[in-house]
Nanobody, 121 residues
Framework: VQLQASGGGLVQAGGSLRLSCAAS????????MGWFRQAPGKEREFVAI????????RYPDSVKGRFSISRDNAKNTVALQMNSLKPEDTAVYYC???????????????WGKGTQVTVSS
């Protein structure tokens, strides 16, 4: 599986961005999909995960209520809608194929190339 993320950019605090990740391969619907982020000098952290069918999602408290993950199995895409962005959301964002419905970076099977999100105050 190959992943290509897009949609990052520079936005003011309180603004919104939508990240998209396109996956190759015919087994996309067999995997839970996740988003992670990594800020300079910090460890990569979990942002969102969605189950294979899209029926279940999970978020950390830091983004809950502001971020929303979705997927389209017919198009092999997963998206992350980010609203009410804060400067602390600034990071490189990565989409990921998870081995199961897990939130740990250690269980990621495939990583996409990251996309930079910068939120100015």
């Amino acid at each position: 599986v190959q992943l290509q993320a897009s949609g990052g950019g520079l936005v003011q605090a309180g603004g919104s961005l939508r990240l998209s990740c396109a996956a190759s391969g015919r087994t996309f619907s067999s995997y839970a999909m996740g988003w992670f982020r990594q800020a300079p000098g910090k460890e990569r952290e979990f942002v969102a995960i969605i189950s294979r069918t899209g029926g279940t999602t999970r978020y950390p408290d830091s983004v809950k209520g502001r971020f929303s993950i979705s997927r389209d199995n017919a198009k092999n895409t997963v998206a992350l809608q980010m609203n009410s962005l804060k400067p602390e959301d600034t990071a490189v964002y990565y989409c990921a194929v998870q081995k199961g419905f897990f939130t740990s970076a250690t269980t990621v099977e495939y990583w996409g190339k990251g996309t930079q999100v910068t939120v100015s105050s």
